[in-house]
């Protein structure tokens, strides 16, 4: 690894350009950014600055793509997806198990990366290079079930011989963002080249070398580099020209990015996968473990500073237990340690720019203003770098505060009390978001039954969302305005290809045969009919 500030020892240089300050440096030796931003196909000959949110320090200059060059990128997958599609499932699912190994292997450097790009705690770096290792191996291990070709009954017992097949897609376009660079730039395009398709990814503009590195660990596995090509700027100029040219989009970020899309694949009639926003709940039954609840929720809500899907930002809790679960959740969250460093020694890192900072104070400023309590955090840490925001509990939150609805996407969560359980459904269900919601209760049974009721693509029970993300045979997604379609599971692989039906008619034909007439034959038909209905068949 060349990265300059190895993990064990916090950033120490200050925020000038090198470009035109002798003095200043990169957090990230220019050879090795220079390395990985050559793979961005890019003829503009200009550039985009990224700094450091962890300090402002410059990390690359990197290279803008054109309109043209996004249409040259999809030809070129395009050409290159031929020959892949041709490759055997066992060579390709060998190159996701050899990615597997790699990115365990090079996890030192993948954690630096990340941390200087995004500024997350290296804890949460490390979760992402899990996420992709876990994805390489179950598409590979169950790539057979997937995508085999199989027989289905035909119209006739053994006179109409059916087979289903799945065809890759061809190119699929990627949009991912910034708030999981690695695993988000990774682990949708996994299973689209296990499928034959070739990938044009469109990364966010903050994390591109972090999106690169993931490339490059492709190419090492073995993966033709020509079959993912990565292209770089702004979603508004590039995202139009990519997704007019590829077959398949697949986006994460946004609920309205993701409404404008939608609308863009819709004129095209091409399929999207859309991963979006949330406002996901936990409840805390009465009977739930007040420690572990404690413990699971302050993870849930604050991992990677709160600025992911699946995080938590609204928190019911049982009146019976409410008391002793607050004060416990608060001394747990005032216990956490932030700060820039991309060793491992604190809980939480930064917000990754102005942006998100504006949003978190903004959201909690508004909702103190209306009445809201802070129970812990409510201020930002500018001592610390400049986008800290402290891990932040309120309490008295209601519907004319903006955070009471809307995606804060940081370290904020809201304390509601409730008596019934079905009250806490109904209320955990209001809104338009479904992502993911959780259920504290040591009755396992009681909390899957009432899963079943929670509006939400997955449901974790004593934990946050760490199980249904960990756990890649189960489809993840959005329901409502939280996303269409699913990664994870067969729904993840089988949306990057189309499903083909080849039925061999033997014998007789489907219409009159041996002389029938019309009508006959509708009576010979009828008969059969009924026949294969007394015999039970599908
Ligand atoms: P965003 O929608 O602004 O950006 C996401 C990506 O879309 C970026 O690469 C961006 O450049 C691109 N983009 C922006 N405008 C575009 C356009 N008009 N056309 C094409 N591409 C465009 O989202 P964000 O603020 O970067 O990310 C945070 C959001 O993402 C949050 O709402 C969060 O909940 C959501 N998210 C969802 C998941 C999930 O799996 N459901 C995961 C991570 C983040």
Redesign the pocket.
């Known amino acids: 690894m060349s990265a300059q500030n190895p993990a064990g020892g916090p950033l120490l240089h200050g925020p000038a350009d090198p470009e035109h300050d002798p003095r200043a440096s990169y957090a990230l030796e220019p050879g090795y950014t220079q390395n990985l931003t050559r793979r961005i196909l890019s003829t503009t000959g200009t550039t985009a600055p990224v700094e450091s949110p962890l300090n402002g320090q410059p990390v690359a200059h990197v290279p803008q793509s054109s309109e043209a060059d996004v249409r040259e990128a999809v030809a070129r997958a395009r050409r290159a997806q031929e020959a892949w599609a041709r490759t055997s499932l066992a060579e390709r699912s060998a190159a996701l198990l050899r990615l597997h190994d790699l990115v365990l292997d090079r996890q030192d450097e993948i954690c630096d990366v990340i941390g200087v790009e995004s500024g997350k705690a290296r804890k949460d770096a490390f979760l992402e290079l899990a996420h992709v290792a876990l994805t390489a191996r179950y598409y590979a291990r169950t790539a057979h079930a997937h995508l085999d070709s199989r027989r289905v009954p035909g119209m006739f017992p053994a006179l109409t011989h059916v087979e289903v097949h799945h065809l890759p897609k061809g190119v699929v376009g990627i949009?991912?963002?910034?708030?999981?660079p690695f695993t988000?730039a990774l682990c949708d395009g996994l299973p689209a080249l296990l499928a034959g398709n070739a990938v044009v990814i469109?990364?966010?503009?903050q994390t591109m070398l972090t999106a690169l590195l993931g490339a490059e660990l492709l190419e090492q596995a073995g993966f033709p580099p020509e079959i993912w090509q990565v292209v770089a700027g702004?979603?508004?100029d590039i995202?139009?020209p990519l997704i007019q040219g590829v077959d398949y989009v697949c986006?994460?970020?946004?609920?309205?990015?993701?409404k404008?899309?939608a609308g863009q694949c819709a004129d095209r009639l091409i399929g999207c996968s859309l991963?979006?926003?949330?406002k996901n709940p936990i409840l805390i039954l009465r009977d739930a473990a007040v420690e572990k609840a404690a413990e699971g929720t302050a993870r849930a809500s604050f991992s990677n500073a709160g600025q992911?899907?699946v995080s938590t930002e609204r928190l019911f809790v049982a009146d019976q237990i409410y008391d002793r679960f607050v004060e416990r959740f608060v001394a747990r969250t005032k216990a956490m340690t932030l700060g820039a460093t991309l060793d491992w020694s604190v809980d939480m890192g930064t917000l990754i720019s102005a942006d998100q900072l504006e949003t978190v104070t903004a959201h909690v400023e508004d909702a103190v203003a209306k009445g809201a309590r802070v129970l812990a955090g409510g201020r930002a840490r500018p001592d610390l770098g400049p986008y800290f925001y402290e891990p932040t509990i309120l309490e008295g939150v209601t519907p004319d505060m903006t955070c009471f609805g809307h995606?804060t996407?940081g370290p904020v969560v809201a304390l509601y009390r409730f008596h019934d359980e079905a009250d806490a459904v109904a209320r955990a269900n209001a809104g338009q978001y479904g992502?993911n919601g959780s259920i504290y209760s040591q009755d396992g049974g009681r909390a899957r039954q009432l899963a079943r009721q929670i509006k939400c693509g997955t449901v974790n029970i004593n934990e946050g969302f760490g199980s249904t993300f960990g756990s890649l045979a189960a489809p993840m997604?959005?329901m409502r305005e939280?996303?269409m379609g699913r990664r994870q599971g067969s729904e993840g692989i089988l949306r990057y290809t189309d499903t083909q039906s080849v039925a061999t008619q033997r014998g007789v034909r489907i219409g009159p045969s041996f002389g029938l007439s019309q009508e006959q034959y509708a009576k010979a038909l009828t008969v059969s009919l009924r026949v294969l209905n007394k015999l039970g068949r599908a």
């Open positions: 949009i991912s963002p910034w708030n999981y988000l469109k990364p966010d503009a702004p979603g508004r995202g139009p986006f994460t970020g946004s609920t309205a990015t993701g404008l899309i991963e979006l926003g949330g992911l899907c995606e996407f992502l997604g959005g939280s996303g």
